[in-house]
């Protein structure tokens, strides 16, 4: 398409990166229009023989990637991977520098043999006490307090996702797209370094500012202190949960009356937003007793009417029948190697009204290795011996 949005077109990024994070900062940017080179060890990425929950980590996080194999514990293998960097605009990486090392990529040799080169190191910590610890999503989850927030006291519980490792990635992304900026003007590279632990924090920055200006710890989420009159998850009828919220004075009337709850609005008791907010101890059992009246389908069509927030309590799985994720963009197709085929989110965004569908498809182990190294003048007898033994599947 002419007016596609790939602003990225022209940009090399290679990237030696395993599980979630890395791999989500390359997904990104090839989604953004780069050519992301994935490296892979001769068996290929450990991840993609992952099962059960982890089975998706590799195909997910790696569509729209070329994959070329090299056998960087050889010398060969490490001179090839020097040949390819000094095409390359982007490296990026999430192992242990000492590893990064052996395989003749550690920063501070690549920001001296090419200064141009933007670095994005994915860690678990940034620089300081803890940078050589190794973690996990679960990890700093539970070590900056967003599991404690997350489940009830006593049951510190981590997140439905791994919130944190792509959000890393997107921060690693959104960090190469200001260096590519910056680089433009002066020339010269940068080396990024990512931390899980601090992307986590950001994310509880929330309760540390309440404690920071109220001496408060708030309680876990589970046992908050509401703010508004109806905020809750209540049961249907015909037996299913539905999220209902009303925040503000307006929104508590329209529930009232869509519920037949007219004496609530007005009983002298709940005059104000305060009043209502302070009396739920007796008033959500009358709403949860209104609720379970009436089906979750029509409590859906008069909510969405009257513009009352809501949600029926979906299973991931729901999405793949839910009529806004199903819309033209909403969701992206991809090949595996072996035939399959899968349906993931596109990005989050519009552009010019429309999402960004080039999720593309998921390369073989080394699939690219030939075209690739070929390119950047690599005979068939170095390509062979750089390869290791995947020289037969260097397509």
Known sequence: MADAFAPLAGCRVVEMSHMIMGPSCGMFLAFLGAEVIKVEPPKGDKTRNLSGMGGPFFPLFNRGKKSVCLDTS???GRAALDRLLATADVFIDNFRDESLAR???DPAGLRARFPGLILASHKGFLSGPYQD????DEVVQMMTGLAYMTGPTGRPLRVGSSANDIMGGLFGAL???GAILERNQTGKGRHIRVGLFENCLLLVAQHMVQFELEGVNPPPMPERTFSW????IFRTADGSQIFISAVTEGQWATLCDILGLENLKS?????TKMDTINARSWTIPIVAEAVARRTSGHLIEVFEANGISFSPIHKPSDMFDDPHVMRPGGLSTSHLPDGRSFRAPSLPFEVDGRMLTG???VASIGQHSRDVLSEIGLSDAEIAAAVGQTGEKAA
């Open 74 to 76: 050889t010398p060969a």
């Open 103 to 105: 395989m003749g990529a």
């Open 133 to 136: 610890r190794t973690a996990m």
């Open 175 to 177: 960090s190469v797209v």
């Open 229 to 232: 009159p109806v905020y809750d």
């Open 267 to 271: 009983d002298p008791r709940l005059q």
């Open 359 to 361: 999720g593309g498809d």
